[in-house]
């Protein structure tokens, strides 16, 4: 869950530094590597692939409108001249609720894959996230 928010957060953080034409081709190239690298790592047949990969899909475009909605939420109370507490504690709660919410999303799509992928691939799953977060950090740390 957290190796998926730090995936989203990093794409999300080059992306913005990305000029505004190249952003969406970034992202698209971002997640198309994410998606070959798990391709990859978990061994899917043609078959797994047509049937995992659009759950995978769905599952990071609810785990990204979530993201969406509360960085929203922080956003409109920051740019308020004099935000009331009530406007805080909105933003406050969906920016730490993202994370519960991220997870009873994995859980809901962990059970969907669990139709689809074998126990190992499950498994090699969450170790493939993870293989492309560092992946991406340390190709970022070495652009510095």
Do not use: C, W
Not at 8 to 32: C, E, H
Not at 45 to 56: A, V
Not at 65 to 88: G, H, I, T
């Amino acid at each position: 869950m957290k190796r998926l928010l730090s995936i989203l957060i990093l794409t999300m953080v080059i992306a913005a530094a990305a000029p505004a034409q190249n952003r969406t081709k970034f992202a698209t190239d971002m997640y198309q590597a994410k998606h070959e690298m798990i391709i990859e790592e978990l061994g899917l047949t043609p078959s797994q692939q047509k049937q995992f990969m659009p759950l995978y899909e769905q599952m990071e475009r609810e785990i990204y409108q979530v993201n969406r909605n509360a960085r929203a939420l922080a956003s409109e109370v920051e740019k308020k001249a004099n935000p009331s507490d009530r406007d805080y504690e909105i933003a406050a709660s969906a920016l730490s609720n993202t994370r519960m919410r991220e997870g009873e999303i994995e859980a809901k799509y962990f059970e969907k894959f669990s139709k689809v992928l074998t126990k190992k691939q499950l498994f090699l799953l969450k170790q493939a996230e993870v293989k492309f977060t560092r992946e991406m950090i340390s190709k970022k740390k070495n652009k510095k």
